[in-house]
């Protein structure tokens, strides 16, 4: 998992939107890292802030995942008797991944690739062009 002080970096440039202009997603992204920082519960779970462990990390992506895909079992979202909108649980999804370091971009917008360096490409060796043998009579 990424260290603290990146979480809050990142929650920084999450909040930097004022509360009126600031999406569900962001939102979503705010109390993620709020969980994982242990200064609230699980957004989605409701489980306590404690010293969070990767597992359960990757409990509440998938959480995040089953609410998002609609599959059996999961809460339901909002307006059809749920508390969340798409917007905020992919939100959670998304900061929860780039935690784990399985999303190279932030919802803060941070991304993991350096800015400057040349991006490599290696076109792929061409294979020769195929023949039909004409067969004599």
Do not use: K
């Not at 802030?49 to 339901?76: C, F, M």
Request: glycine letters at 8%; proline letters at 14%.
């Amino acid at each position: 998992m990424r260290p603290p002080e990146q979480i809050t970096a990142d929650r920084t440039r999450c909040e930097s939107y004022r509360a009126a202009s600031r999406t569900d997603f962001e939102q979503g992204a705010i109390d993620a890292y709020d969980w994982l920082l242990g200064r609230g519960p699980a957004p989605l779970s409701g489980a306590p802030a404690a010293p969070v462990a990767p597992q359960s990390v990757a409990e509440e992506e998938l959480l995040a995942h089953d609410i998002v895909r609609n599959r059996p079992g999961a809460p339901p979202m909002y307006p059809v008797g749920g508390r969340w909108t798409e917007s905020y649980v992919l939100g959670v999804r998304h900061a929860l991944r780039w935690t784990r370091y399985a999303s190279p971009t932030s919802p803060g917008g941070s991304t993991d690739e350096p800015a400057d360096e040349p991006v490599l490409f290696v076109e792929p060796p061409r294979r020769p062009p195929r023949y039909r043998r004409r067969w004599e009579d």
